[in-house]
């Protein structure tokens, strides 16, 4: 009894406490330690609520709160107000008889979010813009961008432009809508969730069979391996040493570094977005994969059907088409494809130091990329459908962070799909007998890495001239020479990306096959398939914590 008073005397009560509050420097993610001791305690609460559908909606939105306050400190207080205030917009839209009403409040609704959004996100982006042209001397505010904004904030506005357009009845409850939003797996980090699709599971009995079991194992466990074996060991020891000083590194060295970052974002953001579905299969909630092996794509809109899907659909289903789609040109496409060759003409005089003369050629190239396909065709329909998918790009680019390398990425990006359109259009048929062959195939899946390496480099680099920078050392300091000894330094970090590189060319659908094969698997398996892991974990873990990146977004 004594020693058991004691312990209790010389326990640390405060640093126990603590552990419970937010910590800036160590923010709650599915790799902290922390992170089991919540799961653990929220799947026994849940289990044993789980035929009590209200109790167990209250407990899984407290936890979901919870997790984010972990990570993001009282932001969590910015979650809840803006699912207050949608969730009443929504309701009135939905109630509302008359549509001048409706589209009033539709307009409130993407009024206030992005307002939200712009403050946190990209006032600082435009305070330096307007110093810079206009000679303003405005000082910098300090905001501190809350983790998961951008996602959310297109969550929300999916939701209410759904209730407007008559494709979904508001939820009654807003703890229903409160979940929705802040349903921990998906919250920070995606896939951005439809309200239509997610909203309906949430009161339906718990029911999770054998193969969903199975299947969300397997999707975590790759998952942490995808991000804290591959994604974390290739940054720590290769990615981020090149790309803090691409110039200190030959070309060579900063042509691996540049397909490192292509398997560390890969694996980084599809391997989070695999823990966060296959804990969500666990819990009885279908979400939508976000990947299918985006670098076997034959061409850029290939790519783009693979790549974060959720955020491509959207853009897709809320952007691009309400812009006009193929149909009609808009406004706003119109003064951002202006924008964008107004800004390509000032970036070659000022960065490419062009006369006057070639920086309106160059203008004028960008032009006729999308003009060319509506040439073609003769079909005019095909500039606007053009005009609508390069704003959407721009503005997709815009939407990763406040800067103009993630503009110029989304421009890359906008360019190639436009490139991709003529390509088609002037070889569909000839090459129509070979498109499907091996070796054509795999030429074109190659020329597309590489299409996308190309953008990866803006999206990494500090700034636009650390991106040039490594360009100029690819292209005009290679220096095959120093292979061996750059071999021999980094030979695990390179193995590694080879092993990320073939990982990714098995079929999507081979675990799915898998899974459905085994009609039972054996709980020794499991334990077993997992002691692996962290046997694979403690021999690649590093002292140094890697946050996600889609963490700053």
Not at 324 to 329: I, P, Q
């Amino acid at each position: 009894m004594k020693q058991l008073e004691n312990l209790f005397s010389s326990f640390d009560w405060n640093a126990f406490l603590n552990q419970f509050l937010y910590d800036p420097k160590n923010p709650l993610l599915f790799n902290n330690g922390f992170f089991v001791y919540f799961f653990t305690l929220f799947i026994l609460l849940f289990f044993l609520l789980k035929n009590h559908h209200t109790a167990r909606r209250y407990v899984f939105t407290f936890f979901s709160l919870y997790f984010f306050y972990k990570a993001s400190g009282w932001f969590v207080g910015l979650v809840v107000v803006s699912a207050l205030i949608n969730f009443a917009l929504s309701n009135l839209i939905y109630r509302s008889k008359v549509k001048s009403g409706k589209t009033s409040l539709l307009v409130l609704s993407i009024v206030i979010n992005l307002a939200i959004l712009f403050y946190y996100k990209y006032t600082n982006f435009f305070i330096t813009i307007s110093n810079e042209i206009f000679t303003t001397e405005l000082h910098p505010l300090h905001i501190i961008l809350p983790i998961g904004i951008s996602f959310f904030t297109f969550e929300n506005l999916s939701y209410t432009i759904d209730v407007y357009r008559g494709d979904f009845e508001p939820a009654k409850k807003f703890t229903d809508y409160l979940l929705f939003l802040s349903f921990f797996p998906k919250l920070m980090m995606g896939p951005i969730v439809r309200a239509h699709d997610f909203v309906p599971q949430i009161n339906k009995p718990y029911v999770i069979s054998e193969r969903d079991f199975a299947m969300g194992f397997y999707l975590i466990v790759s998952g942490l391996i995808k991000k804290l074996v591959i994604s974390d060991y290739i940054t720590l020891n290769l990615v981020n040493y090149i790309f803090d000083t691409p110039s200190l590194h030959t070309g060579l060295e900063n042509l691996f570094a540049v397909y490192g970052y292509a398997m560390v974002i890969y694996c980084d953001f599809s391997g989070y977005s695999d823990i966060a579905i296959g804990i969500a299969l666990w819990l009885g909630f279908k979400i939508p994969a976000n990947f299918f092996s985006p670098y076997q794509s034959k061409n850029i809109t290939e790519f783009w059907r693979r790549w974060h899907i959720s955020l491509s659909s959207w853009l897709k289903d809320y952007l691009y088409i309400p812009l006009g789609g193929n149909r009609k040109f808009s406004v706003a496409s119109i003064i951002f494809v202006t924008l964008f060759l107004v800004g390509a003409f000032l970036m070659s005089v000022n960065l490419f130091k062009l006369n006057y003369v070639f920086a309106s050629l160059v203008a004028i190239v960008l032009l006729l990329i999308f003009l060319i396909p509506a040439i073609i065709t003769k079909n005019t329909n095909g500039i606007a459908a053009n005009f609508n998918l390069l704003t959407t790009m721009l503005l997709g680019g815009f939407w990763h962070g406040a800067s103009w390398n993630f503009i110029i990425w989304g421009a890359i990006h906008g360019i190639g799909l436009g490139l991709h359109k003529i390509w088609m259009l002037l070889t569909g048929k000839a090459l129509s007998g070979i498109n499907n062959s091996v070796v054509y195939r795999v030429i074109m899946g190659i020329f597309t890495f590489h299409f996308v390496c190309f953008g990866w480099i803006f999206f990494r680099a500090e700034n636009y001239d650390a991106a040039i920078t490594m360009i100029n050392q690819i292209l005009y300091n290679f220096d095959a020479e120093v292979f061996l000894p750059f071999y021999d330094n980094y030979k695990k970090v390179i193995w590694m990306i080879v092993f990320a590189m073939m990982i990714h060319l098995i079929p999507d659908d081979w675990a799915e096959k898998g899974v459905a094969k085994l009609k039972t698997v054996p709980l020794t398996a499991y334990i077993i398939v997992f002691f692996g892991f962290l046997i694979l974990y403690g021999y690649f873990k590093s002292a140094e914590q890697v946050l996600p990146i889609y963490l700053q977004f």
